[in-house]
């Protein structure tokens, strides 16, 4: 699954943020769950965080902690204090200045393209930079997760080859879901910090496309009838992520050879979000298309 290039502001998804209050335990959890991640790296001092990632072919997730209070982390501390969980939707941008005034356009008070840059450290010792601009939105512009544009000044700084094979054989990003009473009221919300992206109905709720990627909404029953979620919520929050797998017996194996055994749904493996450090994921084989 690769990205849709288009001619639009916003493009898809660049990465989803999961932020975690202790980073070393989510390591060790998510290489459990059969990924490969990035060595531990250090963001710019001003930002105050630390973070791995999870590459796929087009997009990625990120394990993000915070080390020190700063202004730029504000949002991410706010996060935790509900505890791990998705907290931030990097949008997938050609470049900052385009997000930017696509933004101011519809009416919301985007921030200037702030630079920052965190070190790679590769096999045999080499070492090289990661840069990166982004453009945030406030806090609240959107519910249930922090909303920015991700530029990469250096893609093959962060796209390595070393980190794109898994053993759980994931490739990409399918899908978003987000739990909320009034779904359709923050579809409304989301669709218009998304430009470009188109809407569908679906049952409980409303689905957006960006690029290659989807976006659900859904009622608190939704959800929980449809990833065995403890409870509903009284307000919208981001509950799971579908991802791709090439070999979705390979991912079975992964899974099980980390002590995990998921529950099989469909053609998909769910593990809950007690073994994902707040996050319900859902392992999807390549070929098939997903409404």
Not at 7 to 34: F, K, M, Q, S
Not at 83 to 112: E, K, Y
Not at 263 to 281: K, Y
Request: with cysteine; proline share 5%.
């Amino acid at each position: 699954m690769t990205r849709v290039e288009t001619e639009e502001p916003i493009c898809g998804i660049d990465h989803l943020l999961i932020a975690v209050n202790d980073l070393d335990l989510a390591a060790a959890t998510y290489r459990r769950l059969g990924f490969t991640l990035s060595p531990r790296a250090l963001h710019s001092a001003h930002m105050g965080t630390a973070n791995h990632t999870i590459m796929l072919e087009g997009d990625y997730l990120e394990l993000l902690g915070v080390l020190a209070p700063t202004r730029a982390n504000a949002r991410w501390r706010a996060a935790l204090q509900d505890g791990n969980g998705l907290a931030g939707f990097a949008a997938a941008i050609p470049n900052a200045a385009t997000v930017g005034a696509a933004w101011r356009q519809a009416g919301f008070s985007s921030s200037d393209a702030i630079s920052f840059s965190r070190p790679v450290e590769r096999r045999g010792g080499i070492r090289t930079e990661a840069r990166f601009e982004v453009v945030t939105l406030p806090a609240d512009t959107v519910p249930a997760m922090s909303i920015f544009a991700c530029a990469h000044l250096t893609r093959d700084a962060v796209w390595l080859p070393e980190l794109l094979n898994h053993a759980n054989s994931a490739r990409a990003i399918r899908k978003l879901s987000i739990a909320a009473p009034d779904p359709q009221l923050v579809a409304d919300h989301w669709s218009r910090a998304l430009p470009g992206a188109t809407r569908a109905p679906i049952a409980g709720g409303a689905q957006l496309r960006i690029g290659s990627h989807l976006i659900d909404f859904v009622d608190p029953a939704s959800a929980v009838a449809g990833h065995a979620l403890a409870a509903g919520s009284d307000r919208a929050k981001a509950f799971a992520i579908e991802l791709e797998v090439a070999d979705i017996v390979a991912c079975r194996e992964a899974l099980r050879q980390g002590g995990l055994s998921p529950e099989q749904r469909g053609d998909l493996l769910l593990i809950g979000p007690e073994h994902a450090c707040g996050v319900g994921i859902a392992f999807a084989p390549a070929g098939t298309h997903r409404a």
